[in-house]
């Protein structure tokens, strides 16, 4: 079955510390890739996307990512993490550009000390 | 910046009971979904609305579930005699044609 997987569910981080967070998700066809943050509290907002181009993607916030398509892999950097970096973070698929349905992985949780 | 809203924040129903909730999307935007997010679980697609009709539904969206848009600003999910499983974080969400979801606060249910 088609999935999204988010491999590191708690990361702990102290700020200034680089952050990378692993999304996978396997389907063979077209996709497009999305991250999402929900801050605690309030709802899931877009960081970034991807639909096409540059598979180097740069969001909001400083956040980024990269989609390799060889790897089936769309991670989530940012150089240099800030207290208010804490949030869970999800990753999303609209798996087949004919669909509007995302498909989220199980998020990860980011917890960033001063 | 506009956004999402969704009502009530939080309804506990018993079982077997009725409920309706309640999502008023982003004016300009012509897609309309609900998701969940039963407690330490993934979010969950149900069912995507476009142009008056269901345009996507999940396995999870069966006969117990059903959407409606009344009156050209509401959307909302109506869940016929809940169940305690139904017990989870609901999400509306709306887009354009071709851009990303834009999501609400969730509503809270609580099925007893």
């Known amino acids: 079955a088609q999935s999204v997987s988010q491999h590191n569910h708690h990361v702990i981080l102290s700020e200034a510390a680089s952050l990378e967070l692993g999304c996978n998700y396997s389907?063979?066809?077209?996709?497009?890739l999305f991250w999402y943050v929900q801050y605690p509290g309030q709802h899931l907002q877009l960081l970034l996307k991807?639909?096409?181009?540059?598979?180097l993607v740069k969001g909001i916030k400083g956040f980024e990512a990269e989609f390799i398509k060889s790897k089936f892999s769309f991670n989530l950097r940012k150089p240099s993490v800030q207290w208010s970096d804490t949030a869970e973070y999800f990753c999303?698929?609209?798996?087949?550009?004919?669909?509007?349905?995302?498909?989220f992985g199980s998020g990860t949780r980011l917890q960033v000390q001063p | 910046e506009p956004e999402v809203t969704q009502t009530p924040s939080h309804q506990v129903t018993q079982m077997g009971q009725e409920v309706i909730l309640r999502c008023v999307p982003i004016?300009?935007?012509?897609?309309f979904y609900w998701y969940r997010q039963i407690l330490g679980q993934k979010v969950e697609f149900l069912v995507s609305?476009?142009?008056?009709?269901?345009?996507?539904k999940s396995e999870i969206f069966d006969d117990q579930f059903s959407v409606e848009r009344p009156d050209g600003s509401n959307f909302t999910l109506k869940i016929r005699s809940t169940k305690l499983e139904d017990s989870a974080m609901y999400f509306c969400?709306?887009?354009?044609?071709?851009?990303?979801?834009?999501f609400g606060q969730g509503t809270r249910l609580t099925v007893v």
């Open positions: 999303a698929v609209i798996l087949d550009t004919g669909r509007r349905a995302l498909t």
């Open positions: 004016s300009n935007h012509l897609y």
């Open positions: 389907y063979g066809g077209t996709v497009n």
């Open positions: 991807y639909f096409s181009g540059d598979p």
């Open positions: 609305f476009y142009n008056n009709e269901i345009s996507e």
């Open positions: 969400a709306s887009s354009e044609v071709e851009t990303e979801a834009f």
